[in-house]
């Protein structure tokens, strides 16, 4: 292990060959290249972290290191994780205090780690290539950075298509003024699994959706998103490497593309890639995780969708659910039924417990497929793995639906700038870009400090991409809900408010790990 370090890049030292992570986004305007951008590293950044609280400091260590992971029913994978747990291990501490971690990478490769949701200093912001040179093999490196506000986040490598490994932990931020009274909290973070099974690798998945329709064999052509795993080539990838343990009914091999499954919630496409597995809190829905409380529990569920290429809808068997926060944010409480999570998002909920045992059932949109966990409060025989309760049946909440509440809400003010990204590319080509053009770490659409800044997201393909920006919160129209992360559907535009007022070299992009990976990104950046 080398000395640990903080090697931050400056703005002209973008790295594009690093294998960064995607991201999907880009102004309208040209490309604005030169040196007058505020460096990561820069008196600035320093400057506006030191207007934060820099209160007690809270220690923690990460391994990034090959694991064994146990899946549940038999079923374990070779992949990479943060120790040997998948998700990784919770990282909590409260509001106000500042967070330092020494990530170690026992990896073969270079790798990151980016702190999802959290408007933290640009140097932190763990982007190889832009805001930090990649932490190699055999290295380790230090984070530090002042957490000011509470709310679900969570951490994952910005590097590749590592995030689709498993490789992602919650990072949870306690209010230290909580005005939501509960008695358990249970934090349920979704996946699409594909790591280790049969062989299979993310990089091997993006390799085959780079060579588009025409040069896949073994696509899925139903109109329900139903699977047959059987036929896809992988280039001689080997398929040997997992143990299935007893027999399952639920599928394996190596994952399908994706043609013609659908959903009327995302607007038509609901993805790339048919995965051979489903999960909640790491296991599949033969084993699932059981929650357990006491009938009239008041439990506040953390929902964090962790996923590279799969929307979930989600449900809790028998209950009502009152959401709270959407990416970290209070909201005007709604009850709902159901809610729909793109990949990146996070939603607080709460619920009262009934008496009984009740399935948390999430299924993956327009792939026909489940996961599931369990909620138990007292005696009865656990709900099978393909239980579908009825709250699923109806339209999900989504964030269009929601208001900020009271203290959340973005003040009104015209925009000083408005930023145009044009989502571009399409599954034939596998040409994923913002403004027709992939990602050039070079081309920055500028912003200067203080300015209130309008994105305006146009979606030209015919599937719909979650939209991340890192460093800071915006706001959807209408007096709508603070957000990180919302989807833009296809054929649609969606407009986001944010203030800029945190310095740096930032990304936006689309979380779709694979359309991110394959150019659907850009940076937005402040000028000196």
């Known amino acids: 292990m080398s000395t640990s370090r903080r090697a931050v890049l400056g703005a002209g030292l973008g790295l594009a060959g690093t294998g960064l992570l995607a991201a ?159 008695d358990k909290e249970w934090v349920v973070v979704l996946d699409d699994w594909v790591d280790g099974v049969d062989g299979s690798t993310p990089d091997a998945v993006l390799a085959e959706l780079r060579k588009g329709m025409g040069g896949m064999e073994g696509m899925d052509h139903g109109s329900t998103g139903g699977m047959d795993h059987g036929g896809m080539d992988h280039g001689g990838m080997s398929h040997g490497g997992m143990d299935h343990g007893a027999a399952s009914p639920a599928p394996s091999g190596p994952p399908r593309m994706l043609m013609g499954a659908t959903s009327p919630y995302l607007g038509g496409d609901a993805g790339d890639v048919a995965y051979p597995y489903y999960l909640v809190n790491g296991r599949v829905p033969e084993d699932p995780q059981t929650f357990t409380a006491r009938p009239g529990d008041r439990i506040r569920i953390r929902f964090l969708n962790a996923g590279g290429d799969t929307a ?36 607080d909920v709460l619920v009262e417990a009934k008496d009984g045992v009740f399935p948390l059932t999430v299924l993956a949109e327009g792939k026909d497929r489940t996961a599931l966990a369990v909620l138990r409060t007292g005696g009865g025989a656990a709900p099978g793995a393909d239980v579908r309760p009825r709250e699923l049946s109806g339209a999900p909440l989504t964030a269009s639906r929601l208001r900020a509440a009271a203290g959340a809400a973005l003040p009104e003010r015209r925009p000083d700038r408005t930023l145009t990204l044009r989502l571009t590319g399409s599954m034939a080509k596998y040409d994923w870009a913002v403004n027709g053009k992939p990602y050039d770490p070079e081309r920055r659409l500028p912003v200067r400090a203080g300015e209130r800044v309008r994105l305006v997201f146009v979606n030209d393909t015919t599937m719909w991409h979650p939209m991340h920006l890192h460093g800071h919160t915006f706001a959807l129209p209408g007096g709508g809900p603070r957000k990180d992360t919302a989807i833009v559907l296809p054929g649609k535009r969606l407009e986001a408010d944010f203030d800029a007022d945190n310095p740096g070299l930032w990304m936006i992009h689309c979380h779709n790990v694979y359309h991110a990976e394959s150019g659907m990104m850009t940076i937005l950046g402040y000028r000196k």
């Open 24 to 182: 999907c986004s880009t102004g309208s305007a040209a490309p604005d290249r030169g040196p007058s951008y505020v460096s990561p590293g820069g008196e600035e950044v320093a400057s506006a972290e030191a207007r934060r609280p820099l209160g007690p400091v809270r220690s923690f260590s990460l391994t990034a290191t090959p694991a064994r992971l146990d899946l549940g029913a038999g079923r374990t994978v070779a992949s990479w994780a943060y120790g040997d747990a998948l998700p990784g291990k919770e990282i909590r501490l409260t509001a106000g205090e500042t967070l330092a971690l020494s990530l170690a990478n026992h990896l073969p490769v270079p790798t990151s780690v980016h702190w999802h949701g959290l408007a933290l200093r640009n140097d932190m912001d763990g982007v190889p290539g832009l805001t930090q040179r990649p932490v190699t093999a055999g290295a380790s490196f230090d984070y530090r950075f002042a957490v000011p506000r509470p709310g679900m986040y969570w951490l994952h490598p910005h590097t590749g298509v590592q995030q689709d490994r498993g490789l992602y932990a919650p990072l949870i931020v306690a209010d230290p003024k909580e005005p939501l009274a509960y």
């Open 312 to 347: 979930f809808r989600v449900a809790l068997g028998d209950h009502r659910m009152t959401v709270t926060h959407t990416d970290g944010f209070p909201v005007e409480h709604v009850q709902t039924d159901t809610l729909l999570l793109g990949m990146g998002e996070r939603y």
